[in-house]
């Protein structure tokens, strides 16, 4: 709730206002329905009236504050009441579906066939004016909002695969509810009932201003604000008050629900469900190095790049001083365990990082020269998809389940080409056919979920290809596919490198991958380059312990017998990274030297380095 500092802005009003209404029966205020009409309308800072008098010469202080309690009390109890009802209306008809649906779902549509205000007027009408008539209306008009929300979360809620767990362990429907699906609800009837709260004092409030609620002598926010809206023009501070504290009392209700609701959800207090900026904001740290600029003739230079998370005041350093070169024609393959900073790695080139939490908070990124860290985002926009493409991991998450495939290819053909849709579809067909997509021309208006995992990630590569990029940064596009489907889309990264020239940037987990498309290996670890140098000589002769673990992980061919010896312990974590070398604790050659000094990347060879001190030890 501190990192929130409008919920805190919000904490404050609102506890500042519902304390002085609790604090009413023994704060020295006058009887707030004594009439005075010496001091009728008497005007701010009055003597014994400093904010005035009415137009029966009460005293405003005393009424507020009495008036805000009353509104608080019915706005919370009414609140509450539409929220326990409609939250388990909306439980129950989701959990459980069918005829018990069909039924509460009706009778709930029933209730919002009416406007909900003109809804609560005919209720109060037919009960007759009152404070607790008007509650009474306003819980009812206001149940539909809770049931309806609640039952579409809980909807998707019920297929996730940890209820279906609970319910083969034998937990009770009872059970279900309250241990799976309600912590889960909570986020939602939390920011609902905030925001309803809100409303259901405003309605109050319109309620008694129509004479409908609170009656005389007994006052609330809205039946001051009636009872001085012909005053308006004599006296404005008689009506200007209590609406000024009608305002105040929403605003601090709405900004407490959010904070409480990210409270609640540790997604939205991290920062993982924020708007993301339209590239990864670049601001470097104070006093980092300036990088060499990469040669020329690269296609692709990356040097000192450092890309960290601000997550609840702590810095992860998800990749800290990376540096790769890639030219033309090149295939440059990145290894490591997850979490060593790959795909961090990657998105950092086209600024994909999202921000927050991410930062590029150091480096230098070029691409044939151009400094892709000062790049506006319209320019960026102009460069991904074009010159640079990328193939992400799943293609299921990130097409559009909503449009064709052929829709999607044409979109960054006609984004980056202007091309017109008939003729961006005749190219998105000639692509699909390029990468192997059966019967292209019907397939052009499948949708995503109509292919087969192998050719949803064909989509993705013709999306990649449709530019004819320089470079192809691909993310592990072979991890989810079968044997087969991964020969066939190594064969066509290949091909194109062959027929187009273009450079591939490759993250994989798979060394086997790595040896049979890649000229260069650069291995990470806990956000960092360990080693880097031409596939065979990294593969026939690894020099960091780290690189020759995980290749004693990899099993070989005709040696069924041999051990396969898993590396000890766990990587550390990014924002807690110890001295010295970041492997050390997990290294069979450590040396305390290891421990007490940072370990440079140094070169061993022609086109080979490592980051480790004992690298040129055999």
Known sequence: MRRNHLAVVGLIILAAIALIALAAPILPLPDPNATDLP??????????????????????????????????????????????????????????????????????????????LLLALAIVAALGPGLLNALFAISIVNIPFFARSVRGVTLGLVRRDYVDAARLTGQGDFAILTGEILPNLLPVIVITLSTTLGWMILETA?????????????????????????????APHVALIPGLVILLLVIGINLVGDGIRDMLDPRLGSGGLARPGAATAVAFDAGSPT???????????????????????????????????????????IVGESGSGKSVTALSILRLVPTPPGRIVGGAIHHHGQDLLGLKPADLRDLRGNRIAYIFQDPLGTLNPLLTVGEQIAETIRRHQGKSRSEAMALAVDLMERVRIPDAANRVSAYPHELSGGQRQRIGIAMALANDPDIIIADEPT???????????????????????????????????VADLCDRVMVMY?????????????????????????????????????????????????????????????????????????????????????????????
């Not at 319109?206 to 023009?233: H, I, T, W």
């Open 479 to 513: 991890t989810a596919l079968d044997v087969t489907i991964q020969a066939e889309i190594l064969d066509l990264l290949r091909d194109l490198r062959r027929e187009r020239g273009t450079a591939l940037l490759f993250i994989t987990h798979d060394f086997g991958v």
């Open 206 to 234: 319109g309620l008694s201003f129509l004479g409908l609620g609170a009656q005389p002598p007994q006052a609330d926010l809205g039946s001051m604000l009636g009872e001085a809206r012909a005053l308006v023009l004599v």
């Open 291 to 333: 990088p060499e600029p990469p040669p020329a003739a690269a296609a692709l230079g990356v040097r000192n790049l450092a890309t960290h998370f601000l997550l609840g005041g702590e810095r992860h350093k998800a990749a800290d001083n990376v540096g790769l070169d890639l030219h033309a024609g090149e295939c440059l393959g």
């Open 39 to 116: 001091a009728r309308l008497a005007p701010l800072l009055s003597p014994g009236h400093p904010l005035g008098a009415d137009q029966l010469g009460r005293d405003m202080l005393s009424r507020i504050i009495w008036g805000t309690r009353v509104s608080l009390a019915v706005g919370v109890v009414a609140a509450l009441a539409a929220a326990l009802i409609g939250s388990l209306i909306g439980i129950v008809a989701g959990f459980y579906g069918r005829w018990v649906d069909t039924a509460l779902m009706r009778a709930i549509d029933m209730l919002m066939a009416f406007p909900y």
């Open 526 to 618: 806990a956000g960092r380059v360990v080693e880097t140098g031409p596939v065979r000589d990294v593969l026939r002769d690894p020099r960091h312990p780290y690189t020759r673990r995980l290749l004693d992980c990899v099993p070989v061919l005709g040696q069924p017998k041999r051990a396969l010896n898993a590396i000890p312990g766990l990587p550390p974590a990014v924002n807690r990274l110890p001295q010295g070398c970041h492997f050390a604790d997990r290294c069979d050659r450590v040396i305390e030297r290891c421990r007490t000094s940072d370990v440079a990347l140094d070169p061993i060879g022609p086109y080979r380095t490592v980051r480790c001190i004992r690298a040129r030890e055999p």
